[in-house]
């Protein structure tokens, strides 16, 4: 995978140059074992430096990275004995969700994931992540078949939005996802969620109804994208890293507002740079919150999102 770095990553980019030019030189020293040693100490110093101090903008560009693990990277990593399964039964597969059943530390589990791609063909083969009324359609049937079985269900978020076409339109995109806000309210199962990148608008919504929303350090999770946001507000889209300070769109900012219940971290320099330590971090994570909701009697997850969601927006006058 070719590495990418953004504008606020390149003193990164700069040490991590310097490195590979001396380990690729025909003539290995001590002196260049030492200098390799003094070069990444000095590049977890920066880095360090780096992601102590992001903006909002900026985990929201870490959220888009081109090189940030995807849900599929998750699920291999996690299910190897994972079983997609296809199709709404009314009219299509949609490829920007996968969906199925697996294993989670020996716990089986349905998943419900939006997937990106990580070329334009791939992209184009998953909608750029973006889910049409099918793919919802497919999430709820997966959902009444893990209710079905007494499975829990986790959710992985990461998307632009809903699909917002002339075809998803004419298909219902509205109703598909509030039937699934409708039904994920009332389901007799325990729901997971994960910001795993992005969570815009509906679209994240239309698989967010949880009893725990979880986010990665970097992601973040909003009613509508900053440069949408900044196209409405100012008709600029270019003013976007004004408009997500506004949104309070990240992970600290939706704790305190009761949306979020808990701030996965990620491994030093962000989730990009280490799939493995990310995914062993999430899974851990995961499970411990699969365990604290097992002995919840299925009629009682009704009223314990009704009183999660009810809280939400709550405010006192001084």
Same mark, same amino acid.
């Given at each position: 995978m070719t590495n990418?770095?953004?504008?606020?990553?390149?003193?990164?980019?700069?040490?991590?140059? %310097?490195?590979?030019?001396?380990?690729?030189?025909?003539?290995?020293?001590?002196?260049?074992?030492?200098? &390799?040693?003094?070069?990444?100490?000095?590049?977890?110093?920066? &880095?360090?430096?780096?992601?102590?101090?992001?903006?909002?903008?900026?985990?929201?560009?870490?959220?888009?990275?081109?090189?940030?693990?995807?849900?599929?990277?998750?699920?291999?990593?996690?299910?190897?004995?994972? &079983?997609?399964?296809?199709?709404?039964?009314?009219?299509?597969?949609?490829?920007?969700?996968?969906?199925? &059943?697996?294993?989670?530390?020996?716990?089986?589990?349905?998943?419900?994931? %939006?997937?990106?791609?990580?070329?334009?063909?791939?992209?184009?083969?998953?909608?750029?992540?973006?889910?049409?009324?099918?793919?919802?359609?497919?999430?709820?049937?997966?959902?009444?078949?893990?209710?079905?079985?007494g499975l829990p269900v986790v959710t992985l978020i990461d998307t632009q939005g809903a699909y917002p076409g002339l075809g998803a339109e004419e298909r219902g995109q509205g109703e598909a996802i509030a039937r699934n806000l409708l039904e994920m309210s009332a389901l007799r199962a325990p729901i997971v969620s994960v910001v795993i990148g992005e969570g815009a608008s509906g679209g994240a919504l239309g698989i967010g109804v949880c009893d725990r929303m979880l986010m990665l350090e970097n992601t973040w999770y909003s009613v509508i994208s900053p440069e949408g946001c900044a196209s409405i507000l100012w008709r600029d889209a270019s003013k976007a890293a004004q408009a997500a300070e506004a949104l309070k769109l990240i992970p600290p900012d939706l704790v305190k507002m009761g949306i979020c219940d808990r701030i996965v971290p990620e491994p030093l320099g962000g989730a990009h740079r280490d799939y493995d330590e990310t995914a062993n971090i999430l899974k851990a994570v995961i499970d411990e919150e699969l365990q604290a909701l097992q002995d919840v009697p299925p009629d009682a997850f009704l009223n314990r999102r009704i009183e999660k969601y009810g809280q939400m927006g709550v405010f006192k006058e001084k």
């Open positions: 990418n770095y953004l504008d606020f990553e390149k003193p990164i980019k700069a040490l991590d140059d %310097q490195i590979l030019e001396i380990r690729t030189t025909n003539h290995p020293t001590v002196e260049n074992k030492e200098e &390799i040693e003094r070069l990444t100490a000095k590049r977890e110093e920066v &880095i360090k430096k780096i992601f102590s101090q992001l903006t909002r903008w900026q985990r929201v560009q870490l959220a888009r990275h081109p090189n940030r693990p995807h849900s599929w990277d998750y699920i291999q990593r996690w299910s190897p004995d994972f &079983i997609e399964l296809h199709g709404d039964r009314h009219f299509a597969d949609d490829t920007a969700i996968i969906a199925g &059943i697996g294993t989670l530390n020996e716990r089986p589990v349905a998943y419900l994931a %939006q997937q990106k791609g990580r070329n334009t063909r791939e992209n184009l083969y998953r909608n750029f992540g973006m889910m049409r009324p099918e793919g919802y359609r497919k999430a709820l049937r997966i959902m009444k078949l893990a209710e079905k079985f």
